[in-house]
């Protein structure tokens, strides 16, 4: 007997027999079972019929059904067997060719099954490959249509468990022994079982073992799991250099897991070429099967997929969406088509139109796993958090060796975590506002998640300035407050004592609200007004109650406008007002690569200008502003960004005429692991101030830790 190549190896395909012991197939795999079931029932009269006109003896009977195997009819040798047993039992030829048939038909546990009760036992080697092919049969069954959607590892551990038995008994057989070591590599991968399968490649490969090209998928497939890219990706290459394809329906295309794997190892552009390669060559339609129609290829859709998904990795997130919408317009019912697409809506920031999305693949699947963690990212970003837990412990019942799971499990545990953030700058110039020399740090600390909507913080506020007129500047506050959480909805309400020179409690509260994806509005308030009374107020004394209202309307990342208006009532008796708008637009996106421009506009108005502070009866400006994002470096959750801010337009100020204010600055942020970020930016702006025109450097520095 011919041992049978496992699931990746080209040619195949097994069919499920209606005769495989003992039945633990879902209903799907029931009416898969019932036509092969009707297949032979259809063909065994034809072989009835042939038997009885040619009068022919048991010989010639055997001979017809080994020809008729020899041509690859083989229901038909099946049914031919089926007939010499009902007739001769205990035939040793039949039974041994019954075997045969069931084995290259698929149904390898039924093969196995008469293998075992033939009188005369088949050789090792011929029982070593029927027990691999069962094992086959059992990862591609659990790959392709689990019998439990409930335990989706059950199947393929019991493959790994009959090869784990099928190598122990057959320990002595050399050849047998490293078919059923690479068999195993594909099981334990399909479990995922990563850190066996590459342990036992990193066995083979000391022992000098070469692997078949579809075990060498397998164990790329298995590094990819443990998130090494580089050491996956010669595996594909060569796994695909000795099996190019064409793959079989329920086989995924290895071209798409190498186009993942370069953009996991920062070879982006390798992977959205190969990506789009392996899209514009596979046929939109395969060839009719036993006389239907020409039915839709799953490897096309799979690689249109992974061109958008993959494109979207890389910041081009209208061009995904577009990409997504259309391959949905053209196969509604595809369900990955619907989970993917809600993926890119998030990250266009429409976390509740992805929900929606979401919401419709789980109608087309409920059991797709894939679907439910795209709606708990969006419950994470909408701050739906009583949902999250739930809903996420029930994956991990399910599906905990998944990464995608663990990965998002460890990004809601440092979400609900302690969360930790440090603002500083240091400041040289702008005298009217700051003083010659100014900084000022912040520090928050906040409690983890509390009952799903609350967390209490920690705050403590220092700024300071030196003044040309002498002495020194000082605002020093520590307090606490608490956060508050609900869908779309966070608010804050916080007390800060003043310590050292600075006297008098700070009351601040405020909010945040998105009612839908586009808009959001907010709103705070504070009875000292530390944001708004300049370092050179607070010098003399000198608070502010203030009041800021704003909204902003967002269509995508692509374009955004915002106005915001404020009120302060000085301590002095001075009051201000002022508004500002801004309108954002995307000019040119490339690969981890964007430009913004946009147009600022603003006014303000005070009551006293006899004051010691800067405080212009009427303040006007008109701004150009523009942004420039790069990512340096990105591997995993660690990366690696730079961006660049400048603003130029003019400055009006009553009594003292027009002149220009601009402004620059360039920051990095780099993030070593997720949950922890460090940032630096050095900026400087030049404006008038009565006047005068004044020049400011500024360093800031920004540390982040939780989510």
Same mark, same amino acid.
């Given at each position: 007997?011919?041992?049978?190549?496992?699931?990746?190896?080209?040619?195949?395909?097994?069919?499920?027999? &209606?005769?495989?012991?003992?039945?633990?197939?879902?209903?799907?795999?029931?009416?898969?079972?019932?036509?092969?079931?009707?297949?032979?029932?259809?063909?065994?009269?034809?072989?009835?019929?042939?038997?009885?006109?040619?009068?022919?003896?048991r010989a010639q009977q055997l001979a017809d059904a080994q020809s008729r195997l020899a041509a690859h009819r083989r229901v038909e040798a099946l049914a031919l067997c089926e007939d010499i047993l009902q007739r001769w039992p205990d035939d040793p030829d039949a039974l041994r060719l019954r075997v045969r048939a069931l084995s290259e038909l698929?149904?390898?546990?039924?093969?196995?099954?008469?293998?075992?009760?033939?009188?005369?036992?088949?050789?090792?080697?011929?029982?070593?490959?029927?027990?691999?092919? *069962?094992?086959?049969?059992?990862?591609?069954?659990?790959?392709?249509?689990?019998?439990?959607?409930?335990?989706?590892?059950?199947?393929?551990?019991?493959?790994?468990?009959?090869?784990?038995?099928?190598?122990?008994?057959?320990?002595?057989?050399?050849?047998?022994?490293?078919?059923?070591?690479?068999?195993?590599?594909?099981?334990?991968?399909?479990?995922?079982?990563?850190?066996?399968?590459?342990?036992?490649?990193?066995?083979?490969?000391?022992?000098?073992?070469?692997?078949?090209?579809?075990?060498?998928?397998?164990?790329?497939?298995?590094?990819?799991?443990?998130?090494?890219?580089?050491?996956?990706?010669?595996?594909?290459?060569?796994?695909?250099?000795?099996?190019?394809?064409?793959?079989? @329906?329920?086989?995924?295309?290895?071209?798409?897991?190498?186009?993942?794997?370069?953009?996991?190892?920062?070879?982006?552009?390798?992977?959205?070429?190969?990506?789009?390669?392996?899209?514009?060559?596979?046929?939109?339609?395969?060839?009719?099967?036993?006389?239907?129609?020409?039915?839709?290829?799953?490897?096309?859709?799979?690689?249109?997929?992974?061109?958008?998904?993959?494109?979207?990795?890389?910041?081009?997130?209208?061009?995904?969406?577009?990409?997504?919408?259309?391959?949905?317009? $053209?196969?509604?019912?595809?369900?990955?088509?619907?989970?993917?697409?809600?993926?890119?809506?998030?990250?266009?920031?429409?976390?509740?139109?992805?929900?929606?999305?979401?919401?419709?693949?789980?109608? *087309?699947?409920?059991?797709?796993?894939?679907?439910?963690? $795209?709606?708990?990212?969006?419950?994470?970003?909408?701050?739906?958090?009583?949902?999250?837990?739930?809903?996420?412990?029930?994956?991990?019942?399910?599906?905990?060796?998944?990464?995608?799971?663990?990965?998002?499990?460890?990004?809601?545990?440092?979400?609900?975590?302690?969360?930790?953030?440090?603002?500083?700058?240091?400041?040289?110039?702008?005298?009217?506002?700051?003083?010659?020399?100014?900084?000022?740090?912040?520090?928050?600390?906040?409690?983890?998640?509390?009952?799903?909507?609350?967390?209490?913080?920690?705050?403590?506020?220092?700024?300071?300035?030196?003044?040309?007129?002498?002495?020194?500047?000082?605002?020093?506050?520590?307090?606490?407050?608490?956060?508050?959480?609900?869908?779309?909805?966070?608010?804050?309400?916080?007390?800060?004592?003043?310590?050292?020179?600075?006297?008098?409690?700070a009351l601040e509260s405020g909010f945040k609200w998105s009612p839908n994806d586009h808009w959001t509005f907010g709103a705070d308030w504070s009875t000292k007004g530390d944001a708004h009374v300049p370092l050179r107020a607070s010098a003399f004394g000198i608070t502010a109650h203030s009041y800021d209202a704003s909204a902003q309307w967002?269509?995508?990342?692509? &374009?955004?406008?915002?106005?915001?208006?404020?009120?302060?009532?000085?301590?002095?008796?001075?009051?201000?007002?002022?508004?500002?708008?801004?309108?954002?637009?995307?000019?040119?996106?490339?690969?981890?690569?964007?430009?913004?421009?946009?147009?600022?506009?603003?006014?303000?108005?005070?009551?006293?200008?006899?004051?010691?502070?800067?405080?212009?009866?009427?303040?006007?400006?008109?701004?150009?502003?523009?942004?420039?994002?790069?990512?340096?470096?990105?591997?995993?959750?660690?990366?690696?960004?730079?961006?660049?801010?400048?603003?130029?337009?003019?400055?009006? $100020?009553?009594?003292?005429?027009?002149?220009?204010?601009?402004?620059?600055?360039?920051?990095?942020?780099?993030?070593?692991?997720?949950?922890?970020?460090?940032?630096?930016?050095?900026?400087?702006?030049?404006?008038?101030?009565?006047?005068?025109?004044?020049?400011?450097?500024?360093? @800031?520095?920004?540390?982040?830790?939780?989510?």
């Open positions: 007997m011919t041992a049978q190549p496992c699931a990746r190896m080209p040619g195949w395909k097994p069919v499920m027999s &209606t005769f495989t012991l003992p039945c633990r197939a879902g209903a799907a795999r029931r009416r898969l079972a019932s036509l092969i079931g009707l297949a032979l029932a259809c063909a065994m009269p034809s072989a009835h019929a042939s038997a009885s006109a040619d009068a022919g003896t698929g149904a390898a546990g039924q093969a196995l099954y008469w293998a075992q009760q033939l009188r005369a036992p088949l050789p090792d080697a011929e029982l070593a490959a029927l027990h691999a092919d *069962l094992a086959a049969h059992q990862t591609r069954w659990a790959r392709t249509m689990p019998a439990d959607p409930n335990r989706p590892y059950a199947q393929s551990d019991r493959a790994v468990a009959t090869l784990d038995d099928a190598r122990e008994r057959y320990r002595t057989y050399a050849g047998l022994r490293r078919r059923l070591d690479a068999d195993r590599l594909v099981s334990t991968s399909e479990a995922a079982r990563g850190a066996e399968t590459i342990e036992g490649y990193r066995a083979m490969q000391q022992a000098g073992e070469p692997l078949p090209p579809y075990a060498e998928i397998a164990v790329a497939d298995a590094l990819m799991q443990q998130r090494q890219p580089e050491q996956a990706i010669p595996l594909y290459e060569a796994g695909i250099a000795g099996h190019p394809g064409p793959y079989a @329906d329920d086989e995924s295309d290895p071209h798409i897991s190498l186009a993942y794997a370069y953009l996991e190892a920062w070879r982006a552009r390798d992977a959205l070429a190969l990506a789009d390669r392996t899209a514009a060559s596979a046929p939109a339609w395969l060839p009719p099967a036993a006389g239907l129609e020409p039915r839709p290829n799953p490897h096309k859709t799979s690689a249109d997929i992974a061109a958008a998904v993959l494109r979207d990795n890389v910041w081009l997130h209208r061009d995904a969406w577009e990409r997504l919408q259309a391959l949905r317009a $053209e196969a509604p019912a595809n369900v990955a088509l619907w989970r993917n697409l809600a993926y890119v809506e998030r990250m266009r920031g429409w976390p509740r139109r992805s929900e929606a999305t979401a919401v419709g693949a789980a109608g *087309l699947d409920p059991e797709d796993t894939g679907t439910r963690l $795209e709606a708990i990212d969006d419950w994470r970003e909408l701050n739906d958090f009583a949902r999250v837990e739930p809903a996420l412990r029930d994956l991990e019942q399910i599906i905990p060796r998944e990464q995608r799971v663990q990965l998002t499990r460890q990004a809601w545990d440092r979400q609900r975590g302690w969360q930790f953030d440090i603002d500083h700058y240091n400041g040289k110039g702008g005298k009217s506002t700051y003083g010659d020399y100014d900084n000022e740090t912040e520090a928050v600390l906040q409690s983890p998640l509390l009952y799903n909507h609350w967390r209490v913080a920690g705050i403590a506020r220092l700024a300071g300035g030196s003044l040309d007129e002498g002495g020194r500047a000082q605002r020093y506050r520590l307090g606490a407050g608490v956060r508050g959480y609900a869908r779309g909805f966070e608010a804050y309400l916080q007390a800060l004592p003043g310590i050292g020179q600075t006297r008098g409690i967002r269509a995508s990342e692509l &374009t955004r406008a915002g106005i915001a208006a404020s009120y302060d009532r000085f301590s002095d008796g001075n009051r201000r007002y002022g508004w500002q708008a801004d309108l954002t637009q995307r000019l040119y996106t490339a690969r981890y690569f964007t430009v913004d421009g946009g147009v600022q506009l603003g006014l303000s108005h005070n009551r006293l200008t006899d004051v010691p502070y800067y405080s212009p009866a009427q303040a006007r400006w008109a701004m150009l502003t523009g942004r420039i994002d790069h990512m340096l470096y990105q591997r995993n959750e660690r990366d690696w960004r730079h961006s660049l801010d400048a603003a130029i337009g003019p400055y009006n $100020e009553r009594g003292h005429g027009t002149g220009w204010a601009a402004s620059v600055r360039y920051g990095q942020i780099f993030q070593p692991r997720g949950g922890l970020s460090f940032g630096w930016g050095v900026g400087w702006t030049s404006q008038p101030y009565d006047g005068k025109r004044e020049s400011r450097v500024m360093l @800031d520095l920004t540390l982040h830790w939780g989510q």
